[in-house]
């Protein structure tokens, strides 16, 4: 089985920083996808980052040039490096791992980012 456990959510106000750490157990390969999620109340969740050693990183126009994710893949860990904080950024952001030789994705629990004044 795969866990992934997301730490780093905090209030921050907006223009402010905050990184995001996935800490994930069992096994997942280098080429498997991992990346963040979000989902702002009365929302959907969105794709915000995703990284793969094959297809390099994707980002949501949302948060490209702020945002930066990056791997650990000795450590089995993907954080998320969150630069220029709007309140639209307010949300619960969740780690996600696609493990191919399993053919399922896993969800971590999610962590909350309010950025407010």
């Known amino acids: 089985q795969v866990q992934l456990v997301e730490s780093g959510g905090d209030l921050v106000q907006p223009g402010g920083s905050l990184r995001l750490s996935c800490a994930a157990s069992?096994?997942?390969?280098?080429?498997?996808?991992m990346g963040w999620y979000r989902q702002a109340p009365g929302k959907q969740r969105e794709l915000v980052a995703t990284?793969?050693?094959?297809?390099?990183?994707n980002y949501a126009d949302s948060v490209k040039g702020r945002f930066t994710i990056s791997r650990d893949n000795a450590k089995n860990t993907v954080d998320l490096q969150m630069n220029s904080l709007k309140p639209e950024d307010t949300a619960v952001y969740y780690c996600?791992?696609?493990?191919?030789?399993?053919?399922?994705?896993?969800w971590g629990q999610g962590t909350q980012v309010t950025v407010s004044s």
């Open positions: 996600y791992a696609y493990v191919a030789i399993r053919g399922r994705g896993y």
């Open positions: 990284v793969t050693s094959g297809r390099g990183t």
């Open positions: 069992g096994t997942i390969f280098s080429t498997d996808l």
